[in-house]
């Protein structure tokens, strides 16, 4: 995805997580989420947006004068599925969806396809999982021991099934 000159601020990360999986994620003194929504037609070169991009603010900060989002990746956070949309912050790496930035022969991007993504929480090592040919797949990150899932929930052959991703293979 490169990094188009962006760098991150983020240098702490740790700490527990709670609420994964929604628009918001507590993970130890920050809150994480999106903001704010923008079409799958933005620009979604990584460091480059700014609306509809993964930002946190210290919890200690919210409500007061001090608080200040920091973007964490900034890269479109997108999805059409209706349900279960959202973020997951696993271990060191937040997993989420994105439209395609692939170009097809004349040059035109390929933003109505879903990229299935992971980026380290310091803003580096983003990685596609996975891309399909449409936006409303629905999807589910799960950690088992060391390793994290993609599971979605596709046609394959004409038949509706679930299938899985290791996300680091």
């Known amino acids: 995805c490169g990094n188009n000159g962006w760098t991150s601020q983020v240098t702490d990360y740790s700490g527990e997580v709670s609420s994964n999986g929604g628009f918001a994620v507590v993970k130890g003194d920050y809150v994480y989420f999106i903001n704010g ?3 799958n037609t933005a620009d979604n070169k990584f460091g480059t947006p700014v609306k509809g991009a993964l ?3 210290k919890t200690a900060d919210l409500g007061t004068a001090n ?3 920091q973007v964490v990746v ?3 956070f997108y999805s059409e599925v209706t349900s279960g949309k959202g973020f997951y912050i696993l271990g060191d790496y937040v997993y989420y969806t994105s439209p395609s930035t692939d170009k097809n022969k004349a040059g035109e991007t390929l933003n109505s ?3 299935y993504v992971r980026t380290k929480l310091d803003g580096t090592d983003t990685k596609v999982i996975l891309q399909l040919d449409n936006l409303t797949t629905p999807y589910r ?3 088992s021991g060391d390793n994290v899932y993609l599971v979605v929930y596709t046609t ?3 038949e509706n099934v679930l299938v899985s991703y290791n996300a680091a293979t």
């Open 55 to 57: 930002v946190r603010v």
């Open 67 to 69: 608080a200040a989002a």
């Open 113 to 115: 396809k879903l990229q």
């Open 156 to 158: 394959v052959d004409g």
């Open 37 to 39: 929504i923008e079409a």
């Open 74 to 76: 900034p890269k479109l």
């Open 141 to 143: 990150y799960v950690k």
